[in-house]
């Protein structure tokens, strides 16, 4: 089945100071790459995803992008708030199968 | 994305006992699921729910443990039975209209087994 690992494990950055988080999968007919935000005691939450015909996606200050051949995806967050601080989790999935696998999430705090 | 409604937030339960969560959709989805979060960790799949048949169980987890019923595309509920102590954990229903979409999560269920 599918394998997701996700580095790092925890993230402090300056407020304003980029943050970067990794992903890489192991299943190359995964397709969908979503990424979730969840604060303490809340449910996770999606905040950008990206599909395998696409490299990079932005929205606002958070991008991902994907690397099919190298089997990696990243979340890039720029100009951190302290309202970013959070746990953030990737997952992958195929299209003809519903189940999502997750990384093992990384905790980000924003220090301001 | 649909909103999915999931009760309880939290109980106390004593071990032997049984507890069933409940998680409403306020639409149509295709697929729904039940995970379980230990603080601090990721999500780990207990089973698919399958509409109008047996779920479809991950490794580690079984049916007499953790019954799942979906009798309809808009309701689903996971049992966790004769509780012990190692149950105590978080389970969050998800729900998804496809295999590359989204996957909106329940408020969850916080267990305490003492």
């Known amino acids: 089945g599918e394998n997701v690992e996700q580095h790092p494990s925890t993230l402090s950055v300056q407020e304003g100071d980029s943050a970067v988080i990794k992903c890489t999968y192991s299943d190359s007919a995964s397709n969908y790459f979503p990424w979730y935000k969840q604060e303490l005691g809340k449910r996770p939450q999606l905040i950008i995803d990206?599909?395998?015909?696409?490299g990079e996606k932005k929205d606002q200050r958070i991008a991902v992008t994907l690397n099919k051949t190298a089997k990696h995806f990243s979340l890039h967050i720029t100009e951190t708030q302290p309202e970013d601080s959070a746990v953030y989790f990737c997952a992958a999935s195929r299209a003809n199968a519903g189940k999502s696998t997750f990384g093992d999430g990384t905790t980000l705090t924003v220090k301001p | 994305s649909a909103v999915i409604s999931q009760k309880p937030s939290r109980d106390i339960c004593q071990r032997g006992t049984s507890l069933t969560i409940q998680c409403q959709v306020d639409s149509q989805v295709t697929m729904m699921f039940w995970y379980r979060q230990q603080p601090g960790q990721s999500l780990t799949l207990i089973a698919t729910a399958n509409q109008g048949s047996e779920a479809t169980y991950e490794s580690g987890f079984v049916i007499d443990k953790f019954p799942i019923s979906r009798p309809n595309l808009t309701f689903s509920t996971l049992t966790v039975s004769n509780m012990s102590p190692e149950d105590s954990s978080i389970y969050l229903c998800?729900?998804?209209?496809?295999?590359?979409?989204?996957?909106?999560f329940g408020q969850g269920t916080r267990l305490t087994v003492v």
């Open positions: 998800s729900g998804k209209q496809g295999g590359d979409t989204e996957a909106f």
């Open positions: 990206i599909r395998s015909n696409v």
